[in-house]
């Protein structure tokens, strides 16, 4: 099989390339525009493996993504902006990205008549909730322009399923963790300010609930759809290890061997969403399930920016 992975230089998108060369015979075009969290440094341990290729391009341009996906069977579709403080301070570029880009992806796939594809997505999509677990058939509550306009991708891309009969798979996952992560987000980014000796941000009371899934087995998640998930699905992808924000600022402090000291309490973000929570029955009964525990993934991920500060210190 031929796979296009657009964003497959940033974070998810290399763990899942790597994932496919480890698992399959399949080749893969990576499509990535190498914005600032676009990094071939992801990709250089595979980028003499014969079934590779990359095109730099932009998701919006037409034109570069009809060059590029001619002649692929399937597309897994992670190129988006992703980070809620950035979407708060300047929100047109994820509805551009996010919505206007999804809609050139689809419509091209469509064209070509793919045999698959998988559009990435996130549980916060679904909003905050203080009880329970959502489930995919649940309305979607988003709460940040990121969020809106991930929630709006997730509408094209099965818009497109039921209009024109492509066939939309659409993933949504907890977060995730791991390497290769840009550090701004908040694993990478207490763990390098820590290796630096500076403190960590943490906002507000610390008591926001996230479920954290280490991005192998997000990745496994996603390509166990792409195979074998349903046409005109969606799949929650979560490890169920919900925490708070404060509690994982703990057991990264003492991976590190640092103390409370090293926490700075700042102003909350606005429109800070409680608690992500969501139900993985329909990918389990697939066949997946995390296949690492929280506190040894915690450490995992330490030592490997620890180990490879020439990746990150030139982002920091």
């Known amino acids: 099989m031929k796979i296009f992975v657009t964003g497959a230089a940033g974070f998810i998108g290399s763990n899942y390339v790597h994932h496919v060369f480890a698992t399959s015979d399949d080749e893969v075009t990576v499509f990535d525009a190498l914005t ?9 341990d595979v980028a003499d493996d014969p079934r590779y290729r990359f095109v730099q391009g932009d998701i919006c341009d037409r034109d570069a993504v009809s060059a590029a996906m001619a002649g692929h069977d399937a597309v897994v579709h992670f190129a988006a902006e992703s980070h809620v403080d950035r979407s708060i301070t300047g929100p047109d570029a994820f509805v551009a990205t996010n919505c206007d880009g999804t809609n050139v992806v689809c419509d091209v796939a469509r064209q070509i008549e793919v045999d698959r594809f998988v559009h990435i997505s996130t549980d916060e999509v679904y909003g905050s909730i203080d009880v329970g677990s959502f489930r995919e058939t649940d309305r979607l509550g ?11 991708s997730d509408l094209i891309a099965m818009a497109y399923h039921e209009t024109y009969g492509l066939p939309v798979i659409v993933t949504r996952s907890s977060n995730n963790f791991g390497p290769y992560q840009f550090p701004e987000k908040v694993i990478p980014l207490f763990v390098t300010n820590l290796l630096e000796g500076r403190n960590v941000p943490l906002y507000g009371d610390g008591g926001n609930v996230r ?5 192998a087995d997000n990745c496994a998640g996603v390509d166990l759809v792409l195979r074998t998930g349903t046409v005109g699905e969606i799949y929650n992808i979560g490890a169920g290890n919900e925490i708070t924000n ?5 057991r990264l402090l003492s991976l590190l061997d640092c103390g409370e000291d090293r926490i700075d309490r700042v102003e909350d973000r606005l429109g800070h969403d409680r608690r992500y929570s969501i139900d ?6 697939l066949g997946w399930s995390p296949t ?3 506190d040894d993934a ?6 490997w920016y620890r180990d490879n500060r020439w990746w ?3 982002l920091t």
Not at 36 to 44: H, I, V
Not at 280 to 285: I, Y
Not at 298 to 303: G, K, N, R, S
């Open 142 to 152: 988003p709460r940040s322009p990121y969020s809106a306009s991930k929630a709006g």
């Open 298 to 303: 915690l450490a995992d991920t330490v030592a």
């Open 280 to 285: 993985c029955s329909k990918v389990r009964a």
């Open 246 to 250: 404060l509690d994982l600022t703990h």
């Open 312 to 314: 990150w210190e030139p």
């Open 36 to 44: 600032y969290a676009g990094n071939l440094d992801n990709l250089r």
């Open 211 to 215: 479920d954290w899934c280490h991005v």
């Open 292 to 294: 690492r525990q929280l």
